[in-house]
């Protein structure tokens, strides 16, 4: 047999091996965290990207490998985020995982109907003008009860005060062409993204401190909507 037949023959087996002598070597994970040279010299175009990659890494089931543990140890001494992210309160909407992101990359507010409040564009402020984020991403999503809730105009305790937040949502949907009503996915889906139009338009009008470094391009200021279906996101302005 001639050598040249050989070689793969060969190559093969010793890829074998070395395949068998560690069939349990445990993978290599990811221990970095954000610094704030890293934070500094990153742009909001750049943050946005690297928001996108993560989310079809989490779409595909490719997310990054993290030692959270590490992560923790090294994040101690100070925090150096990416982005604040104003997410819904529910609990199929991951906020960290749905973009790939470890800890310490990532301020997250969190409130039934992702809309914005004294408290919550203060927290903002701090995360962009004090601590450095570039972006500031308002998630709306999928089959949100918050929605459906002001939709059908739910009276309950605290939860009618909540719910007047996303009122003006309901009304900039009547033009929808169908009917206007919680069981319609679609006309659920149009009134969350015009909350997000809405809570978009909520920061630049209350906060002169964003819209100042928006318009300067120190950050960047958009809107998502997040399907629990299939993990994937439309971006909104």
């Known amino acids: 047999m ?3 037949t050989l070689l793969p023959i060969s190559l093969l087996a010793i890829t074998a091996i070395i395949i068998a002598r560690n069939p349990n070597e445990e993978p290599i994970l990811d221990s970095h965290v954000t610094t704030a040279e890293e934070q500094a010299n990153l742009t909001p175009d750049e943050v946005l990207k690297q928001f996108k990659e993560g989310n079809q890494r989490f779409q595909s089931g490719t997310e990054t490998r993290r030692n959270h543990s590490e992560q923790v140890r090294k994040s101690a001494p100070g925090q150096y985020p990416k982005a604040m992210v104003l997410s819904c309160l529910d ?13 310490g990359d ?9 809309f914005v409040n004294e408290d919550l564009l203060g927290s903002m402020e701090f995360a962009c003008k004090v601590a450095g984020a570039k972006l500031i991403l308002v998630m709306g999503h999928q089959h949100c009860g918050a929605i459906k809730g002001a939709i059908d105009d739910v009276k309950l305790g605290n939860i009618t005060a909540m719910l007047a937040n996303i009122k003006p949502a309901v009304a900039a949907s009547q033009d929808f062409q ?23 338009g ?12 928006e318009e300067k391009g120190q950050i960047k200021i958009v809107g998502a909507f997040y399907r ?8 909104v302005q």
């Open 228 to 235: 629990l279906t299939d993990g994937t996101l439309e971006f």
């Open 2 to 4: 001639k050598l040249s």
């Open 91 to 103: 609990s199929r909407v991951p906020v960290e995982d749905v973009f790939d992101q470890g800890i």
């Open 202 to 213: 909520q920061i630049r009008e209350r906060s002169p401190i964003l819209k100042e470094m």
């Open 178 to 200: 169908g009917d206007k009503k919680s069981s319609n996915t679609e006309f659920v889906k149009r009134v969350a993204i015009n909350n997000v139009k809405n809570t978009l």
């Open 106 to 114: 990532v301020f997250v507010g969190r409130v039934a109907g992702n």
